[in-house]
């Protein structure tokens, strides 16, 4: 792989982010151009349900949306979080595997969340992105509207730059064995019937 792991990554999710918006349907179904076994899979797998989800984030804010439909949307937004938790241990999954026989050092660290959950916040940003620069070329705004709008975006360029740069040391690091990959599974409870008292005391 000849480009940077987080150049791969802004490239796939944002043709996923593109594919999407030809229909901008959050019914319609995912069509992933990439083979299962190719991690390009996961990541344009991963962007999608985002995408999804952020356009169910802005459906459900309708003041006028009414309450059985907001209902259902809810119950496809908790699913959609179950999706995306899911989605980021398959791609952690890869991590693991890939630097399973790598010699970790005696001084080794901890980092605070998993290269996935770092990508995850990537994948996000990209919808950041897109979106807010869309603001930027509206046609039905005043001045001041357009100017705020840049103003946020260049500071989400920057995080962009920054994010990368750490995403790509974070995994040099697990690679060289300057820190270490320790992953725990999500342990949602409210979608557990038994852990969640609402739904074991029914």
Known sequence: MNKRFTEL???VFNR?????HILDNVDQPIENPYAKS???HLL??????DTVQWHFEDIIRDPNIDPSAALVLKRRIDKSNQDR????????????????????????????????????????????IYHMTQETT??????????????????LLEQHKDLSTAIEELIEDIASGRKYMKVYKQMKMYNDETLNPVLYKK
């Not at 996923?16 to 999407?20: K, N, V």
């Not at 509206?138 to 103003?151: F, L, P, W």
């Open 44 to 49: 344009y797998h991963k962007n999608w349900i």
């Open 138 to 155: 509206r046609k039905n705004v005043d001045k001041s509207h357009v100017e705020r709008c840049q103003a946020k975006l260049n500071v």
């Open 38 to 40: 190719e991690l390009e």
């Open 16 to 20: 996923a982010i593109s594919d999407y």
């Open 9 to 11: 990554c802004w490239e």
């Open 85 to 128: 938790t899911d989605m980021v241990e398959y791609i952690d999954s890869y991590f693991l595997q890939k630097y399973a026989g790598v010699e970790v050092c005696k001084d080794a660290k901890i980092n605070t969340e998993s290269p996935a959950w770092a990508i995850d916040r990537l994948s996000i940003l990209a919808l950041k």
